[in-house]
């Protein structure tokens, strides 16, 4: 699958390709965070088909944790590199030119963090944590 998107300003753009290796939402503190209260709904592709190909993001890490990359003019979260899934980007379906090819999750985590008003649709696979293996 190849997708194109960028960010709100259009700063920053980028386009990937490959096979699609996640499609999830994450109901982790710091993922509500960053998403302004909802689920963070991302897609996972392949890092050696990623290219920016306007602009360059600004990125943010904590120790240990996962490099966040956001356009520094308008703030849109473009994208985030975690450890665990070392060889992918975790786009951000909201910076999709065309969110319809995300279609829907297949997993959801960290729902053991989720508030009353968050929903995980019918038939999503779901987990309290991450899960292991």
Request: with cysteine; glycine share 12%; proline share 4%.
């Given at each position: 699958m190849d997708v194109v998107g960028g960010c709100y300003c259009g700063a920053v753009r980028y386009e990937a390709g490959?096979?699609?290796?996640?499609?999830?939402?994450?109901?982790?503190?710091?993922c509500r965070h960053i998403s302004g209260g909802g689920a963070n709904v991302l897609m996972g592709m392949p890092a050696a088909g990623f290219s920016y190909t306007r602009g360059e993001p600004s990125h943010f890490a904590r120790p240990g944790g996962v490099t966040r990359e956001f356009c520094a003019n308008c703030g849109t979260h473009i994208l985030t590199r975690s450890p665990r899934m070392a060889g992918a980007v975790l786009l951000k379906v909201g910076s999709l030119d065309d969110q319809d090819a995300f279609e829907m999750p297949t997993i959801a985590v960290y729902c053991s963090e989720m508030k009353p008003y968050h929903v995980?649709?019918?038939?999503?696979?779901?987990?309290?944590?991450?899960p292991q293996g």
């Open positions: 490959g096979e699609v290796l996640a499609k999830g939402m994450c109901f982790c503190r710091e995980v649709p019918e038939g999503v696979r779901s987990f309290d944590k991450f």
